[in-house]
T-cell receptor, first 113, second 113 residues
Framework: EAQVTQNPRYLITVTGKKLTVTCSQN?????MSWYRQDPGLGLRQIYY?????VTDKGDVPEGYKVSRKEKRNFPLILESPSPNQTSLYFC????WGAGRSQYFGPGTRLLVL | SQQGEEDPQALSIQEGENATMNCSYK?????LQWYRQNSGRGLVHLIL?????REKHSGRLRVTLDTSKKSSSLLITASRAADTASYFC?????????????FGKGTHLIIQP
């Protein structure tokens, strides 16, 4: 089954404790992206990747890191989480090129205390 | 940056009625897409309309695009309780754009049984 998986689905952590949210897709998509969703703000892009070893900042990259060492995986790293990073995070993937629709993961709900 | 703006922010109708949501955007686009999100879950792609298309149908969905007004509408006919969800428009900018899609803040649709 074609899918995007994220882990963990729920996470409660404390300020400053490094964490990683994993994202994996099995559709051989070149393009992957991370979004955060906050009430009243919709989805905002954090980082995206056009292919292995190619990543770039989205609209709200501060406080986040990503890596793309393999085509299927695109982890999101919070080196020193802060309470303002409490949010619902989504990973998405798609083929590269115009007219592509994105496939979304189920989301990771993060609470930073 | 936020590109699409959906209107209304929330809509409540009776089962069987038609639901119409609107989206406005600011810059030239390659295509516009609509996604559905059930509460707290990942977004699911519904339909894509290209900039040279004016109307598109998929089952009970009808999408229109007016590039001169930079606006789109999503019509769901004969609504069902299962259509209760948030609906987002997303635009892909002209020129492709490596940063992918830009999402609006969504319309929350409630179908009353």
């Amino acid at each position: 089954e074609a899918q995007v998986t994220q882990n963990p689905r729920y996470l409660i952590t404390v300020t400053g404790k490094k964490l990683t949210v994993t994202c994996s897709q099995n559709m051989n998509h070149e393009y992957m992206s991370w979004y955060r969703q906050d009430p009243g703000l919709g989805l905002r892009q954090i980082y995206y990747s056009m292919n292995v070893e190619v990543t770039d900042k989205g609209d709200v990259p501060e406080g986040y890191k990503v890596s793309r060492k393999e085509k299927r995986n695109f982890p999101l790293i919070l080196e020193s989480p802060s309470p303002n990073q409490t949010s619902l995070y989504f990973c998405a993937s798609s083929l590269w090129g115009a007219g592509r629709s994105q496939y979304f993961g189920p989301g990771t709900r993060l609470l930073v205390l | 940056s936020q590109q699409g703006e959906e209107d209304p922010q929330a809509l409540s109708i009776q089962e069987g009625e038609n639901a119409t949501m609107n989206c406005s955007y600011k810059t030239s686009i390659n295509n516009l897409q609509w996604y559905r999100q059930n509460s707290g879950r990942g977004l699911v792609h519904l339909i894509l309309i290209r900039s040279n298309e004016r109307e598109k149908h998929s089952g009970r969905l009808r999408v229109t695009l007016d590039t001169s007004k930079k606006s789109s509408s999503l019509l769901i006919t004969a609504s069902r309780a299962a259509d209760t969800a948030s609906y987002f428009c997303a635009t892909e900018a002209s020129g492709g754009g490596a940063d992918g899609l830009t999402f609006g803040k969504g319309t929350h649709l409630i179908i009353q049984p």
